[in-house]
């Protein structure tokens, strides 16, 4: 079971201070092989929902997604490539894992073979039963992180897409709670996106969750990600439930002992303005993200089929890279920046 408290690492890295203590720190792990990335993988670009949030709830983006699976061989490669220098393996990305039972069972088999720290698989939960959770934990999961947009029924089946069944929600419940029992380490997370329509039910979030042994809540402004059918990302009345709904939850989940990450008023102005980070914070995910999908595989940095994390290190001058990016003027760390999806700040309490 997890070794590890991921959250806790998160914490201690955010506390370190400016982007120049962070890129030192990342410098002292690259140049002393330590683990220090995140590896996510979806194994297929597919989704037994249609989340009305989601690209996949639109039929002209799923096509655009469509792609074959990764085969085992390569996610041989890519965990031998990757794995050893990993901190944390994130199965289920953009795509719900469990449409590929078998990969996402062999990626958790290969990351506990490379001894990855921690191993996540996020997912709806809709097509994985008793059997099939207790399988992934056996093998090495550390985590299952909940996709949830709705804590009553009506609005769980209406921003979860036509095809969701919120009895078959509740059943995952129950089968957590009996995966809890034998296995106490192992950590539950609910995500939770909140949008005008479904930020309110958050007041009765401990009503669903009562016996329920969660351990991280994460919840998240809705963001537009491709051509969806939800088309409200006015965030204002999120914005408004901040005081009223979502910090008195997160106090009772912290009375619980469950960590809960929510963003403050100002993190969900900057997201709502789309204003971008600056450069050299920005170096922090382009030296440490690893994102691989089946149409991704062969586009990756990291020639996966013939060369090891080192190598592709030494080939790019990671190190120099890193060690660089501690003293350049903004204007050069701007040089190294790739393109990057605006991310949000959480506050981890």
Avoid at 137 to 165: C, F, K, Q, W
Wanted: charged share 25%; proline share 3%.
């Amino acid at each position: 079971m997890a070794t590890m408290n991921i959250y806790t690492l998160l914490r201690r890295f955010s506390q370190l201070g400016g982007s120049r203590l962070k890129l030192a720190a990342l410098w002292a792990m690259h140049i002393t092989r330590r683990r220090y990335i995140g590896v996510f993988i979806d194994t297929m670009l597919a989704c037994n929902y249609r989340c009305r949030m989601c690209y996949f709830s639109n039929a002209e983006e799923r096509e655009k997604r469509r792609g074959s699976r990764l085969s085992n061989e390569q996610l041989e490669h890519i965990a031998h490539a990757l794995f050893h220098r990993a901190i944390k393996l994130q199965i289920g990305c953009g795509a719900e894992p469990t449409v590929d039972p078998k990969g996402a069972l062999r990626l958790v088999q290969l990351g506990k073979q490379y001894q990855v720290p921690y191993i996540a698989l996020t997912t709806n939960g809709a097509l994985l039963t008793y059997d099939m959770l207790h399988e992934l934990v056996e093998a090495g999961l550390d985590e299952l992180t909940i996709s949830l947009h709705g804590v009553h029924r009506e609005t769980y089946e209406n921003m979860m897409g036509p095809t969701a069944n919120y009895d078959a929600f509740l059943e995952l419940l129950q089968s957590i709670k009996r995966i809890k029992a034998l296995y106490p380490r192992f950590d539950i997370r609910v995500n939770y996106t909140m949008n005008a329509d479904n930020v309110d039910e958050l007041a009765d979030f401990d009503s669903l969750f009562n016996d329920v042994p969660v351990n991280q809540l994460q919840l998240r402004p809705v963001r537009q990600i491709g051509q969806s059918d939800y088309t409200n990302f006015d965030l204002t009345h999120v914005s408004e439930c901040l005081e009223t709904v979502v910090r008195p939850l997160a106090e009772r989940c912290r009375k619980k002992g469950i960590t809960v990450l929510f963003p403050e008023h100002v993190h969900i102005e900057k997201f709502e303005k789309t204003k971008q980070e600056s450069p050299r914070a920005n170096l922090i995910p382009l030296f440490t993200y690893f994102n691989i999908t089946p149409r991704s595989y062969a586009r990756q940095d990291v020639h996966m089929d013939t060369e090891t994390y080192e190598d592709y290190s030494r080939r790019v001058h990671i190190g120099r890279r890193l060690f660089r990016g501690i003293w350049a003027s903004e204007a050069a760390c701007a040089q190294e920046e790739q393109s990057f999806a605006n991310s949000l700040n959480y506050d981890i309490r």
